[in-house]
């Protein structure tokens, strides 16, 4: 699984899954014009400058699909829940 798959997957799980629906006709799935290119971003996962938080329109939309969000960006709320398990890689050794 790539890491932008892993972004519609946390979305999903949290969310549900809308399976009539692909993110690009979801109301919260916004195009920023670049001097380059267009970035597709999700609203409720969180927007940033940064490539972390493009999108892709093609996704299979969550359960948010066409619904107001008034709660914390999911990508905050994610990267909160990593546990240190999450961060350490095969072979690291831990200090503490």
């Not at 709660?71 to 050794?93: A, H, L, T």
Request: proline residues 1%; glycine residues 8%.
């Amino acid at each position: 699984m790539t890491n932008q798959e892993r972004k519609i997957g946390r979305m999903q799980t949290e969310f549900g899954t809308n399976a009539k629906h692909d993110c690009g006709s979801c109301d919260n799935c916004i195009i920023i014009e670049g001097h380059d290119r267009n970035y597709t971003k999700c609203v409720i996962y969180g927007v940033t400058q940064s490539s972390a938080t493009d999108w892709v329109q093609k996704w299979t939309a969550c359960g948010m699909y066409n619904k107001s969000w008034t709660g914390p960006k999911m990508m905050n709320v994610f990267n909160s829940r990593r546990s240190k398990s999450d961060v350490q890689c095969d072979g690291q050794m831990k200090l503490f």
